[in-house]
């Protein structure tokens, strides 16, 4: 039986348990979880943010050997400390990389699925081997992984999290500093949203799939260029701001509750216009449909050159744009158009997006 007939007959939860399977036995390959060095953030080895992400043009890991963070070509664990806790991501990078000043892309995974399953979701791998980028695919809190987006003090500090990784990361191979970029799907795009409000000075562009928010409390320290994606028919992130009625067919525990508990959930169209306020650019959006079933919507003229841009996709459900195993699992979270392939988009709009020098 294909996979594709054996997620019809799977529940929400059990959905998460075969996709970890397929990421597995389908997905990109990942080599032994002992890979990788542990380290805190307040370790003396570990560069500080304005000597490993300020707006030069290498970070220290420049002068490390293109071999130290492992074999190139696959997905390799790495384990790193952030706020007194046991962290780890995966880390890719293309067989083409020379130990010259490369660009950046942080990964980030949907509630439950963790990095494995986000790894095949978005196969920034394949996309990164042609364009020439490295992807970090951080794994989330608990075993049900989430983020703390809101963020909630009583749950860990994700803001950090992503900082040390980029760190990490920036020490082990040669990252161009200005082209750092995170992106996210549904609670990773929660999370990317925040992490463009709170990391302004380490990130250049984020982009959010399924799951753009405008965060309180939100003043970076520069625009930030904002991409986002998201289904008019999503029934786990309405696309309309509520109610998300197919949450409760997911399985939780007392930390995830609280790390959804304070989100805003508001219409996209909302939070799109709050970060172009935001960012100043124009009051009225360009619209225009790019293909049958996809309009763009974008606010030009903001500060500094950014932008901010939505794609609404009729009929979309809570998926990712152009990937096949969104595609696969149509019956439970809605229908993947392949009008689009959102990894290419982003890449491109992260290409055209790079931190002011």
């Known amino acids: 039986m294909s996979d594709h007939l054996l997620l019809r007959q799977w529940s929400a939860a059990s959905l998460l348990l075969l996709l970890a399977m397929a990421a597995c036995s389908t997905g990109p390959q990942e080599a032994d979880s002992s890979t990788g060095s542990t380290r805190s953030a307040s370790d003396p080895a570990t560069p500080s943010t304005e000597a490993s992400q300020g707006v030069g043009d290498r970070s220290l890991g420049c002068d490390v050997t293109a071999s130290a963070h492992g074999p190139h070509g696959t997905h390799v664990q790495h384990a790193v400390s952030s706020g007194e806790k046991e962290r780890s991501y995966a880390l890719y990078v293309p067989a083409s990389y020379d130990g010259s000043a490369t660009p950046l892309v942080v990964d980030l995974h949907g509630y439950l ?77 929660f999370m990317a949203s925040l992490i463009a409000c709170r990391l302004s000075d380490q990130v250049a562009a984020v982009a959010a799939v399924s799951g753009l928010l405008y965060p309180a409390d939100c003043a970076p320290s520069r625009p930030v260029p904002i991409l986002a994606f998201h289904g008019t028919a999503d029934e786990f992130v309405s696309a309309g701001g509520g109610p998300n009625a197919a949450l409760d067919t997911l399985t939780w525990n007392a930390d995830s509750r609280a790390a959804f508990a304070h989100l805003p959930f508001d219409d996209v169209t909302v939070a799109q216009r709050e970060w172009s306020h935001q960012q100043g650019c124009d009051s009225t959006p360009d619209r225009q449909r790019t293909s049958p079933e996809i309009e763009l919507i974008e606010y030009s003229g903001c500060d500094a050159g950014s932008t901010v841009q939505l794609y609404l996709v009729d009929g979309g459900g809570h998926t990712w744009p152009g990937s096949s195993l969104s595609e696969a699992s149509e019956s439970l979270l809605g229908r993947t158009t392949n009008e689009l392939d959102a990894s290419a988009t982003i890449w491109e709009f992260f290409r055209e997006h790079p931190m002011p020098r």
Request: hydrophobic share 40%; proline share 6%.
């Open 113 to 189: 699925s963790g990095g494995q399953i986000q790894a095949q979701m978005s196969d920034l791998g394949t996309l990164a081997d042609s364009a020439g980028f490295i992807v970090a695919t951080p794994q989330g809190n608990g075993d049900m992984p989430y983020w703390n987006a809101t963020p909630e003090s009583s749950l860990p500090d994700d803001v950090q999290f992503v900082s040390d990784v980029i760190h990490e990361v920036s020490s082990a191979a040669c990252i161009d500093p200005a082209r750092v970029y995170v992106d996210g799907f549904s609670n990773g795009a």
